[in-house]
């Protein structure tokens, strides 16, 4: 699928890895864009953190670039405030923009002071590479670039066809582990070439990030770096007329979501993509609690991942999330199976459902019985031994 007009990418190896991979990514759009961007909400925040939430609001909502870097997180060091200015500062003149329309993102080791130096050499090399007529060829090694315990590059497409002409979304994002945006070390970037105003396009993401990044979770840790930001250049020429908003909205949220399913996916040592639906909850807010508190549960991830049909631990995860039901009108499906009807065993077969539970995208449906009417969506994944040797191991 073609890419958004008016976008260009680069990446490269700095230094900042151990191992001699890209660690370094730029995107540039060639003229200032409308920006939107939800961060995350962990009381400790990394320096690009701060200062990306800096320059949006200098710039009135605009950006001309965003520059990434994994392998350290820049958070929680002495320097950290310094070596992001200083990188961007770097970027900024090269790019010939203000210094406040650079967006800064990082994702990596905690607590390591990071040398702006390896960040700033690299720097024209990307940008001599901007101009390249490989576009999807650098926007798929931007994507690679970001990556940290990730297995395999995230990305989704979208094009939508409007009145006066088509438009493009494109999106990237990476993350593995450390997963509860809550909007982990989570990054996304999508870009548009869509003309959309910041107002609206900041309105499109709170809601899109409210139905994908916040329903995913893989260990229920918050990053301190969590960042997702959305660019619209205009460049198609073409901006929705108020009755299209809605469909444009539609696509954005889809590619939102696709990307937060493939961090789901991805998590650290899973092997298998979980969907939890909820229904019949007294409000939206109490839905996903639920969801969440069975999203997180070890055992539930841990039964799961054994695809063991033990509907026990869904019903005891949901009890200790703080949202009042009665446990006589819980209903429990495992992949369509019920398994739990108001809140006593259901007949099953145990071994047909366990080699149900076997397929690498498995769902749990749990409803209450009664007067609400809200509903929630959350995707998790299985928690397996392979995530401890990961987390066992990542700084050393």
């Known amino acids: 699928m073609e890419l958004p007009l008016g976008f260009n990418f680069a990446a490269g190896y700095a230094g900042i890895r151990a191992k001699e991979q890209d660690d370094l990514a730029l995107i540039v759009s060639g003229t200032p864009a409308s920006a939107a961007a939800v961060f995350t909400r962990n009381q400790v925040q990394a320096a690009p953190v701060r200062l990306a939430r800096a320059h949006l609001r200098q710039s009135r909502g605009k950006a001309g670039a965003i520059l990434v870097n994994a392998g350290n997180a820049n958070c929680a060091t002495r320097t950290g405030a310094k070596v992001a200015l200083a990188c961007c ?134 990053s301190t770096n969590d960042t997702l930001i959305v660019l619209a250049n205009g460049a198609s020429g073409v901006r929705p007329d108020p009755a299209e908003m809605a469909l444009f909205e539609l696509a954005l949220t889809g590619v939102i979501e696709t990307l937060a399913k493939a961090i789901a996916r991805d998590g650290e040592g899973a092997r298998k993509l979980i969907t939890i639906e909820i229904a019949g909850a007294s409000s939206s807010d109490a839905a996903q609690q639920i969801a969440r508190w069975i999203a997180n549960s070890p055992l539930v991830k841990t039964a799961i991942a054994g695809s063991d049909p033990n509907w026990g631990r869904i019903i005891c995860a949901a009890g200790n999330a703080g949202v009042k039901f009665d446990p006589a009108k819980v209903d429990i499906d495992l992949q369509g199976v019920p398994v739990c009807r108001a809140g006593l065993a259901a007949e099953f077969d145990d071994a047909e459902l366990k080699e149900k539970l076997d397929a690498p995208d498995c769902s749990i449906r749990f409803a209450l019985q009664g007067r609400g009417k809200a509903s929630a969506r959350f995707w998790t994944c299985d928690l397996t031994e392979r995530y401890i040797e990961i987390n066992g191991s990542y700084r050393t």
């Not at 390249?132 to 590059?153: G, H, P």
Request: net charge positive; with cysteine; glycine share 8%.
């Open 89 to 222: 500062q770097a970027a900024a003149k090269l790019l010939r923009l203000p210094v406040q329309q650079v967006l800064p993102a990082s994702t990596g080791v905690i607590g390591v002071e990071l040398d702006a130096k390896l960040i700033t050499r690299k720097l024209p090399e990307l940008h001599a590479d901007l101009c390249s007529d490989l576009r999807k060829e650098n926007f798929d090694r931007a994507a690679r670039a970001i990556m940290t315990t990730d297995l395999v590059a995230k990305q989704a497409y979208a094009e939508v066809v409007l009145r006066r002409g088509t438009v493009r979304i494109a999106g990237m994002t990476k993350g593995s582990g450390m997963i509860q945006p809550r909007m982990a070390t989570t990054l996304g970037f999508v870009v548009t070439d869509a003309g959309i105003p910041t107002p609206l396009l900041q309105g499109m993401l709170n809601r899109a990030n409210a139905l994908t990044y916040d329903c995913i979770s893989v260990d229920g840790d918050t």
